[in-house]
Protein backbone atom coordinates (compact mmCIF):
# COMPACT_ATOMS: atom_id res chain seq x y z
CA UNK A 1 0.00 0.00 0.00
CA UNK A 2 3.19 2.10 -0.60
CA UNK A 3 1.79 5.95 -0.94
CA UNK A 4 -1.85 5.20 -1.10
CA UNK A 5 -4.31 7.72 -0.63
CA UNK A 6 -7.07 5.95 0.83
CA UNK A 7 -11.19 7.87 0.89
CA UNK A 8 -13.35 5.93 3.37
CA UNK A 9 -17.40 6.76 3.08
CA UNK A 10 -19.42 6.21 6.25
CA UNK A 11 -16.52 7.68 9.02
CA UNK A 12 -19.66 8.92 11.91
CA UNK A 13 -19.74 4.79 12.14
CA UNK A 14 -17.75 3.06 14.61
CA UNK A 15 -16.78 0.72 11.79
CA UNK A 16 -16.18 3.06 9.14
CA UNK A 17 -13.89 4.93 11.66
CA UNK A 18 -12.24 2.33 12.97
CA UNK A 19 -11.47 1.06 9.43
CA UNK A 20 -9.87 4.32 8.66
CA UNK A 21 -8.64 4.71 11.88
CA UNK A 22 -6.17 1.86 11.02
CA UNK A 23 -6.08 2.40 7.77
CA UNK A 24 -4.01 5.88 8.52
CA UNK A 25 -1.46 3.83 10.65
CA UNK A 26 -0.55 1.76 7.96
CA UNK A 27 3.19 2.38 6.92
CA UNK A 28 2.18 2.17 3.36
CA UNK A 29 -0.71 4.79 3.20
CA UNK A 30 0.45 7.90 2.85
CA UNK A 31 -2.89 9.65 3.61
CA UNK A 32 -6.90 8.93 4.89
CA UNK A 33 -9.86 10.74 4.05
CA UNK A 34 -12.53 10.20 6.19
CA UNK A 35 -16.31 11.19 4.35
CA UNK A 36 -19.82 11.69 6.52
CA UNK A 37 -22.13 14.22 6.93
CA UNK A 38 -21.50 14.14 10.69
CA UNK A 39 -17.97 14.28 12.36
CA UNK A 40 -17.06 10.82 13.75
CA UNK A 41 -16.98 10.12 17.23
CA UNK A 42 -13.87 8.72 19.24
CA UNK A 43 -10.21 8.44 18.22
CA UNK A 44 -9.36 9.07 14.46
CA UNK A 45 -5.72 8.81 14.66
CA UNK A 46 -4.27 9.88 11.85
CA UNK A 47 -7.18 10.24 9.48
CA UNK A 48 -8.20 13.65 8.03
CA UNK A 49 -11.73 14.13 8.05
CA UNK A 50 -13.95 16.25 5.47
CA UNK A 51 -17.64 16.82 6.39
CA UNK A 52 -19.29 16.12 3.23
CA UNK A 53 -22.82 14.53 1.20
CA UNK A 54 -22.04 11.35 -1.19
CA UNK A 55 -25.59 12.05 -2.65
CA UNK A 56 -24.01 15.28 -3.65
CA UNK A 57 -21.73 16.03 -6.66
CA UNK A 58 -19.21 17.47 -3.81
CA UNK A 59 -17.53 13.98 -3.43
CA UNK A 60 -16.35 14.78 -6.76
CA UNK A 61 -14.17 18.11 -5.91
CA UNK A 62 -12.69 15.96 -2.93
CA UNK A 63 -11.46 12.96 -4.77
CA UNK A 64 -10.18 15.28 -7.28
CA UNK A 65 -8.44 17.57 -4.43
CA UNK A 66 -6.99 14.96 -2.13
CA UNK A 67 -5.86 12.93 -5.53
CA UNK A 68 -7.24 10.00 -4.39
CA UNK A 69 -6.30 6.35 -5.48
CA UNK A 70 -8.51 3.98 -3.29
CA UNK A 71 -12.04 4.02 -2.63
CA UNK A 72 -13.74 2.48 0.41
CA UNK A 73 -16.83 2.26 0.32
CA UNK A 74 -18.57 1.74 4.01
CA UNK A 75 -21.59 4.31 3.99
CA UNK A 76 -24.39 1.61 2.92
CA UNK A 77 -26.77 1.71 6.05
CA UNK A 78 -29.16 -1.29 6.77
CA UNK A 79 -31.90 0.49 8.81
CA UNK A 80 -33.57 3.95 8.65
CA UNK A 81 -31.85 6.47 11.22
CA UNK A 82 -33.59 8.56 13.98
CA UNK A 83 -33.98 11.09 11.36
CA UNK A 84 -35.09 9.86 8.43
CA UNK A 85 -37.43 6.56 7.07
CA UNK A 86 -37.23 4.38 4.72
CA UNK A 87 -37.25 6.92 1.56
CA UNK A 88 -34.34 8.93 3.00
CA UNK A 89 -32.13 5.20 3.87
CA UNK A 90 -32.77 4.42 0.05
CA UNK A 91 -31.44 8.60 -0.81
CA UNK A 92 -28.31 7.73 1.37
CA UNK A 93 -27.60 3.91 -0.15
CA UNK A 94 -28.43 3.86 -3.75
CA UNK A 95 -28.05 7.92 -4.92
CA UNK A 96 -25.37 8.06 -2.48
CA UNK A 97 -23.56 4.87 -4.29
CA UNK A 98 -24.19 6.50 -7.76
CA UNK A 99 -22.51 9.63 -6.70
CA UNK A 100 -19.80 8.24 -5.73
CA UNK A 101 -19.55 5.97 -8.74
CA UNK A 102 -19.71 8.65 -10.89
CA UNK A 103 -17.54 10.84 -9.15
CA UNK A 104 -14.78 7.94 -8.90
CA UNK A 105 -15.38 7.23 -13.03
CA UNK A 106 -14.73 10.93 -13.80
CA UNK A 107 -11.42 10.85 -11.34
CA UNK A 108 -7.91 9.53 -13.46
CA UNK A 109 -6.42 9.20 -9.87
CA UNK A 110 -8.95 6.49 -8.17
CA UNK A 111 -7.10 2.77 -9.29
CA UNK A 112 -9.29 0.81 -6.86
CA UNK A 113 -12.78 0.20 -5.07
CA UNK A 114 -13.32 -1.38 -2.40
CA UNK A 115 -17.30 -2.01 -1.74
CA UNK A 116 -18.77 -3.43 1.40
CA UNK A 117 -21.67 -4.92 1.02
CA UNK A 118 -23.72 -8.03 2.50
CA UNK A 119 -25.21 -11.75 2.12
CA UNK A 120 -28.73 -10.16 2.75
CA UNK A 121 -28.05 -9.41 -1.17
CA UNK A 122 -29.30 -13.37 -1.41
CA UNK A 123 -32.49 -13.00 0.88
CA UNK A 124 -33.24 -15.60 2.42
CA UNK A 125 -36.37 -18.40 1.46
CA UNK A 126 -37.59 -21.34 2.14
CA UNK A 127 -36.50 -22.36 -1.60
CA UNK A 128 -32.30 -21.81 -1.22
CA UNK A 129 -29.47 -23.92 -1.47
CA UNK A 130 -27.89 -25.09 1.52
CA UNK A 131 -25.04 -22.51 0.20
CA UNK A 132 -24.49 -19.85 -1.71
CA UNK A 133 -22.16 -18.99 -3.48
CA UNK A 134 -20.81 -15.83 -5.39
CA UNK A 135 -22.34 -17.03 -8.88
CA UNK A 136 -26.03 -17.59 -7.41
CA UNK A 137 -29.25 -15.33 -7.43
CA UNK A 138 -31.46 -15.08 -4.77
CA UNK A 139 -34.44 -17.43 -4.89
CA UNK A 140 -36.88 -14.63 -4.49
CA UNK A 141 -35.92 -11.43 -5.75
CA UNK A 142 -36.24 -8.42 -2.95
CA UNK A 143 -39.13 -6.45 -3.37
CA UNK A 144 -38.02 -3.50 -0.78
CA UNK A 145 -35.60 -2.68 1.81
CA UNK A 146 -31.91 -3.23 2.08
CA UNK A 147 -31.63 -6.12 0.36
CA UNK A 148 -33.24 -4.41 -3.08
CA UNK A 149 -31.30 -1.26 -2.28
CA UNK A 150 -27.91 -3.30 -2.01
CA UNK A 151 -29.01 -5.41 -5.24
CA UNK A 152 -29.03 -2.07 -7.13
CA UNK A 153 -26.00 -0.90 -5.50
CA UNK A 154 -24.15 -4.48 -6.87
CA UNK A 155 -25.37 -3.52 -10.14
CA UNK A 156 -23.92 0.00 -10.50
CA UNK A 157 -20.58 -1.21 -8.70
CA UNK A 158 -20.46 -3.81 -11.65
CA UNK A 159 -21.96 -1.01 -14.82
CA UNK A 160 -18.55 1.31 -13.25
CA UNK A 161 -16.46 -1.70 -13.26
CA UNK A 162 -17.15 -2.42 -17.05
CA UNK A 163 -16.97 1.36 -17.76
CA UNK A 164 -13.48 1.80 -15.93
CA UNK A 165 -11.84 -1.93 -16.26
CA UNK A 166 -8.29 -0.54 -15.26
CA UNK A 167 -9.63 0.25 -12.25
CA UNK A 168 -9.63 -3.03 -9.44
CA UNK A 169 -13.17 -3.48 -8.00
CA UNK A 170 -13.62 -5.71 -5.27
CA UNK A 171 -16.88 -6.36 -3.36
CA UNK A 172 -17.28 -7.87 0.32
CA UNK A 173 -20.74 -9.54 0.77
CA UNK A 174 -19.84 -9.67 4.57
CA UNK A 175 -22.02 -12.38 6.65
CA UNK A 176 -24.18 -10.48 9.55
CA UNK A 177 -21.18 -8.58 11.85
CA UNK A 178 -21.31 -9.27 14.86
CA UNK A 179 -19.21 -8.27 17.91
CA UNK A 180 -19.08 -6.76 21.81
CA UNK A 181 -19.18 -2.24 19.90
CA UNK A 182 -21.79 -3.83 17.06
CA UNK A 183 -24.36 -1.83 17.00
CA UNK A 184 -26.88 -3.27 14.44
CA UNK A 185 -29.82 -4.94 14.14
CA UNK A 186 -29.40 -8.56 15.07
CA UNK A 187 -26.84 -7.56 17.58
CA UNK A 188 -29.96 -5.55 19.14
CA UNK A 189 -31.59 -8.79 18.83
CA UNK A 190 -29.33 -10.74 20.69
CA UNK A 191 -28.78 -8.37 23.27
CA UNK A 192 -32.95 -8.43 23.68
CA UNK A 193 -33.23 -9.70 27.88
CA UNK A 194 -35.73 -12.74 26.07
CA UNK A 195 -35.03 -13.85 22.55
CA UNK A 196 -38.13 -14.13 20.08
CA UNK A 197 -38.21 -17.07 17.83
CA UNK A 198 -40.75 -18.68 15.00
CA UNK A 199 -42.64 -21.33 16.16
CA UNK A 200 -41.04 -24.61 14.28
CA UNK A 201 -38.06 -23.02 12.81
CA UNK A 202 -34.32 -23.07 13.54
CA UNK A 203 -32.11 -21.45 11.09
CA UNK A 204 -28.94 -21.51 10.83
CA UNK A 205 -26.72 -18.62 11.11
CA UNK A 206 -23.28 -16.78 10.20
CA UNK A 207 -21.52 -14.63 11.25
CA UNK A 208 -18.68 -12.29 10.37
CA UNK A 209 -16.53 -11.15 13.79
CA UNK A 210 -16.24 -7.20 14.02
CA UNK A 211 -12.57 -7.37 13.93
CA UNK A 212 -12.79 -10.08 10.87
CA UNK A 213 -14.76 -7.50 8.99
CA UNK A 214 -12.38 -4.58 9.23
CA UNK A 215 -9.00 -6.97 8.42
CA UNK A 216 -11.36 -8.45 5.21
CA UNK A 217 -11.51 -4.43 4.37
CA UNK A 218 -7.77 -3.64 5.03
CA UNK A 219 -6.79 -7.32 2.74
CA UNK A 220 -8.69 -6.28 0.22
CA UNK A 221 -7.30 -2.95 -0.06
CA UNK A 222 -3.35 -4.33 0.19
CA UNK A 223 -4.49 -7.40 -2.01
CA UNK A 224 -5.80 -5.60 -4.88
CA UNK A 225 -7.58 -8.67 -6.44
CA UNK A 226 -10.88 -8.21 -8.41
CA UNK A 227 -14.41 -9.92 -7.75
CA UNK A 228 -17.10 -10.76 -5.64
CA UNK A 229 -16.46 -12.23 -2.06
CA UNK A 230 -18.61 -14.15 0.46
CA UNK A 231 -16.83 -13.01 3.71
CA UNK A 232 -17.79 -15.05 7.06
CA UNK A 233 -16.38 -16.79 9.93
CA UNK A 234 -16.21 -20.70 9.58
CA UNK A 235 -18.98 -22.72 10.30
CA UNK A 236 -23.00 -21.96 11.41
CA UNK A 237 -25.03 -22.54 14.77
CA UNK A 238 -28.85 -22.83 14.24
CA UNK A 239 -30.58 -19.96 16.82
CA UNK A 240 -31.03 -22.48 19.29
CA UNK A 241 -27.38 -23.08 19.40
CA UNK A 242 -26.92 -19.32 19.38
CA UNK A 243 -29.35 -18.41 22.39
CA UNK A 244 -28.01 -21.17 24.23
CA UNK A 245 -24.30 -20.04 23.93
CA UNK A 246 -25.49 -16.07 25.06
CA UNK A 247 -27.61 -17.73 27.52
CA UNK A 248 -30.82 -16.02 26.83
CA UNK A 249 -34.12 -17.25 27.13
CA UNK A 250 -36.67 -17.57 24.20
CA UNK A 251 -40.33 -16.91 23.46
CA UNK A 252 -41.65 -19.18 20.59
CA UNK A 253 -44.35 -17.24 18.88
CA UNK A 254 -46.47 -18.32 15.94
CA UNK A 255 -45.20 -16.89 12.21
CA UNK A 256 -48.06 -14.34 12.39
CA UNK A 257 -47.40 -13.18 15.42
CA UNK A 258 -43.54 -13.14 14.85
CA UNK A 259 -44.55 -11.03 10.93
CA UNK A 260 -46.15 -8.68 13.20
CA UNK A 261 -43.23 -8.31 15.40
CA UNK A 262 -41.20 -5.69 14.36
CA UNK A 263 -44.26 -2.88 15.32
CA UNK A 264 -44.59 -4.26 18.47
CA UNK A 265 -40.95 -3.90 19.14
CA UNK A 266 -40.77 -0.52 17.67
CA UNK A 267 -43.13 0.81 20.08
CA UNK A 268 -41.33 -0.93 23.01
CA UNK A 269 -38.07 1.28 22.08
CA UNK A 270 -36.33 -2.64 21.77
CA UNK A 271 -35.36 -3.37 18.63
CA UNK A 272 -35.43 -2.83 14.78
CA UNK A 273 -37.22 -5.65 13.04
CA UNK A 274 -36.69 -5.15 9.28
CA UNK A 275 -38.55 -7.45 6.90
CA UNK A 276 -34.75 -8.79 6.08
CA UNK A 277 -34.00 -9.58 9.98
CA UNK A 278 -37.27 -11.76 9.87
CA UNK A 279 -36.85 -13.68 6.70
CA UNK A 280 -33.26 -14.33 8.29
CA UNK A 281 -34.51 -16.02 11.64
CA UNK A 282 -37.19 -18.03 9.81
CA UNK A 283 -34.86 -19.44 7.44
CA UNK A 284 -31.49 -18.75 7.90
CA UNK A 285 -28.69 -18.48 5.46
CA UNK A 286 -25.49 -20.14 4.64
CA UNK A 287 -22.90 -18.83 1.96
CA UNK A 288 -19.85 -20.50 0.98
CA UNK A 289 -16.44 -19.10 1.67
CA UNK A 290 -14.13 -21.31 -1.10
CA UNK A 291 -13.27 -17.96 -3.24
CA UNK A 292 -12.22 -15.66 0.06
CA UNK A 293 -9.92 -18.24 0.75
CA UNK A 294 -8.09 -19.63 -2.06
CA UNK A 295 -8.58 -16.13 -4.44
CA UNK A 296 -8.79 -13.39 -2.43
CA UNK A 297 -6.11 -14.89 0.16
CA UNK A 298 -8.02 -14.08 3.36
CA UNK A 299 -8.22 -15.98 6.34
CA UNK A 300 -10.91 -14.77 9.12
CA UNK A 301 -9.50 -15.65 13.11
CA UNK A 302 -12.66 -16.09 14.35
CA UNK A 303 -15.46 -18.81 13.55
CA UNK A 304 -19.12 -18.27 13.98
CA UNK A 305 -19.10 -20.01 17.04
CA UNK A 306 -16.16 -18.15 18.20
CA UNK A 307 -17.92 -14.81 16.75
CA UNK A 308 -21.11 -15.59 18.86
CA UNK A 309 -19.02 -16.64 22.52
CA UNK A 310 -16.85 -13.25 21.82
CA UNK A 311 -20.42 -11.46 21.77
CA UNK A 312 -21.52 -13.58 24.52
CA UNK A 313 -19.11 -12.80 27.19
CA UNK A 314 -19.80 -8.90 26.63
CA UNK A 315 -23.34 -9.26 27.43
CA UNK A 316 -24.94 -7.20 30.16
CA UNK A 317 -27.02 -9.45 32.65
CA UNK A 318 -30.77 -8.98 32.08
CA UNK A 319 -31.34 -8.63 35.70
CA UNK A 320 -35.53 -8.59 36.18
CA UNK A 321 -36.12 -7.34 32.48
CA UNK A 322 -37.04 -10.74 31.03
CA UNK A 323 -40.76 -11.24 32.70
CA UNK A 324 -41.71 -7.49 32.28
CA UNK A 325 -40.71 -7.84 28.80
CA UNK A 326 -42.27 -10.96 28.22
CA UNK A 327 -45.63 -9.39 29.95
CA UNK A 328 -45.20 -6.38 28.30
CA UNK A 329 -45.05 -8.39 24.54
CA UNK A 330 -47.73 -10.54 25.14
CA UNK A 331 -49.96 -7.86 26.12
CA UNK A 332 -49.01 -5.93 22.70
CA UNK A 333 -49.42 -8.56 20.73
CA UNK A 334 -52.43 -9.23 22.39
CA UNK A 335 -53.54 -5.76 21.38
CA UNK A 336 -52.39 -6.52 17.80
CA UNK A 337 -54.37 -9.83 17.33
CA UNK A 338 -57.71 -8.07 18.98
CA UNK A 339 -57.38 -5.31 16.54
CA UNK A 340 -56.80 -7.30 13.62
CA UNK A 341 -59.87 -9.72 14.26
CA UNK A 342 -61.76 -6.49 15.00
CA UNK A 343 -60.71 -5.58 11.18
CA UNK A 344 -62.16 -8.50 9.81
CA UNK A 345 -65.07 -8.49 11.49
Known amino acids: MAGRVVLVTGVSRDLGRRFARAAADHPGVERVIGVDVVPPRGDVGGMSFVRADIRNAVIAKVIAKEDVDTVVHMSVIS???????????????????????????KAPSVRQLVVKSTTHVYGASNRDPAMFTEDMEPRRQPRGGYAKDVAEIEGYVRGFARRRPEVVVTVLRCANVLGPRVESPIATYLRMPVIPTVLGFDPRLQFLHERDLLGAIGHAVAAQVPGTFNIAGDGLLTLSQVVRRIQRPTAPLPGFAFGGLGGVLRSMHVSEFSPELRALLTFGRGVDTTRMRRDLGFEPRFSTAATVGDFASNLVPTGGRVDRLLADLQGRLSQERELGAGVER
Open 79 to 105: TPGPSGGRSTMKELNVIGTMQLLAACQ
